[in-house]
């Protein structure tokens, strides 16, 4: 699918746009290529493989791009934590 593609719901006909996360799930799909059952590995394999790619032909400094990435998808989910441990 494409940015601003919509996606129906199957239960009540709703066309609605897809999310960032459901379009990321897809090309994670696409990039196993299999419908199969997958183990939990394969999946951060294949985006690991998916966000290489993506920086190899968008980034003037993939490697440093990479990291930089990694360092803000850790704080991302550091700031999620700390916020589901103060509604606790």
């Not at 897809?26 to 993506?54: K, N, T």
Request: aromatic residues 4%; charged residues 25%.
């Amino acid at each position: 699918m494409r940015v601003g593609e919509t996606a129906m719901n199957e239960k009540n006909g709703e066309v609605r746009r897809v999310t960032s996360v459901e379009l990321l799930d897809a090309a994670i799909w696409r990039e196993i290529g299999s419908d199969d059952p997958q183990p939990p590995v394969a999946f951060l394999q294949a985006l690991s493989c998916l966000l290489g790619r993506w920086l190899l032909l968008r980034s003037g400094a993939p490697a440093m791009d990479a990291v930089t990435v990694m360092c803000q998808a850790r704080a991302f989910v550091v700031r999620h934590e700390s916020m589901e441990v103060q509604r606790q």
